[in-house]
């Protein structure tokens, strides 16, 4: 039933209760209505169908219509209860403060026109249970009000926490999904920049050198293994934890695993300098992998951009942190809108590599930088930890 309809039955009830309990009520402690008194109490009740729209007026008119009521010399009526509804509505719907406020002043009228034409006494019994009504109508009504916000401050918290746990699941989903990818990105850009070199060697020492071909094929052939068993190792991240058919994932790439990326690097003609400083640690599985996959793609991008096939590979042990310094000759042409000095977002646009560096070493809550010094491209990574592995 929507409200109108039920503030409409509402009135009706309370008109039906104000004629039957004077006839009902064998004391004779209520009197009847007179036709006066049935208009008077008539009005009061059809207000009360428009009580949530105008909860002030209808207060007044049910106010004014009892104390019209006690005026022309009414005595104890069920009447009172069309008053108490309307007060009930103004604690429910208004401020606090003015809805007591207002309650406290029809209350002060109707117990002074009772006095005054009524002739009873200040402490007289319907005086106080005409002040009891009144509290217990406001009481009510703030009572019922206070549950209403607290249940809906409830709900309103279990739909944050919905949205909250949706979004995290949604953020978790982009984040594993970038973690694929520059794991794909770094794979195959490091193996298939290897594999382009040996097959161009492999090409220009066909005929004049077939031993050098020969193992320049070789190396195409390690690359290509290698390539297939890292994507391998990361498609199987996407497997379901109960499928059946789910192969075995080799352990991550860390550190200990540069020697044989070097190595790689320098069979497909890139001379790597290595030097490393500090005291080296046990470094956490997360940040190893990510040390390894900086210097694979900083290396991978020197032997296909660097001017000269050279690069350094510096890296720092310190105390609670792993920095990591990658330089190689470069051209400035071969970088076209860049500026000397390093500089991670400019550079970062040209190419998922550096991008994925930054967004790696960020991830970790470290520093990523990359760009042109002394005719040099250089990327500096510094990789925090708390100095023990896990």
């Known amino acids: 039933m929507s409200p109108p309809a039920t503030d409409a039955l509402l009135a009706v009830v309370v008109f039906g209760i104000s004629l039957l309990v004077p006839v009902l009520d064998e004391n004779g402690d209520t009197e009847p209505l007179t036709v006066r008194g049935a208009i008077v109490g008539a009005v009061i009740c059809a207000s009360l169908a428009f009580r949530r729209r105008w909860p002030v007026t209808v207060l007044a008119v049910t106010a004014s219509g009892m104390a019209a009521y006690v005026v022309s010399g009414g005595q104890k009526s069920p009447l009172m209860l069309a008053t108490m509804i309307a007060m009930y509505t103004c604690a429910l719907r208004r401020p606090r403060r003015e809805a007591v406020l207002e309650a406290a002043a029809v209350a002060a009228l109707l117990t002074g026109m009772s006095v005054v034409f009524g002739n009873r006494g200040w402490l007289g019994p319907e005086i106080i249970a005409l002040t009891a009504q009144s509290a217990f109508a406001v009481a009510v009504g703030i009572a019922v009000r206070n549950r209403r916000a607290y249940v809906a401050a409830v709900e309103e918290r279990a739909r944050r926490a919905e949205r909250t746990r ?5 953020r978790r989903v982009i984040d594993e999904r970038l973690r694929i990818a520059r794991e794909l990105h770094d794979v195959l850009a490091h193996h298939i920049a290897l594999i382009n070199v040996q097959a161009g060697v492999a090409a220009h020492m066909m005929e004049t050198e077939p031993d050098q ?3 320049s094929l070789a190396h195409i052939r390690r690359a290509a293994r290698s390539s297939l068993e890292e994507v391998r ?4 991240l996407l497997r379901q934890p109960d499928d059946p058919d789910e192969a075995a994932v080799e352990p991550s790439p860390g550190l200990d695993g540069l020697p044989d990326l070097i190595a790689g690097f320098t069979a497909a003609g890139l001379i790597v300098d290595q030097k490393v400083s500090g005291t080296p640690v046990d470094l956490p599985v997360a940040l190893g992998l990510t040390a390894y996959r900086v210097v694979q793609e900083a290396l991978t991008n020197a032997s296909r951009h660097a001017s000269r096939p050279y690069a350094d590979l510096e890296l720092q042990y310190l105390p609670s942190a792993l920095r990591i310094h990658v330089r190689n000759p470069a051209d400035p042409a071969a970088w076209p809108g860049s500026s000397s000095g390093l500089d991670p977002v400019e550079l970062g646009e040209g190419g998922h590599g550096l991008l994925g560096m930054r967004e790696r070493a960020h991830a970790l809550g470290g520093t990523f930088a990359a760009g042109l010094a002394d005719g040099r ?8 930890h708390e100095g023990t592995g896990t």
């Open 377 to 384: 491209f250089e990327v500096r990574v510094l990789l925090p």
């Open 166 to 170: 949706e979004e995290e699941a949604r």
């Open 213 to 215: 071909a020969r193992e």
């Open 233 to 236: 190792t990361t498609i199987g």
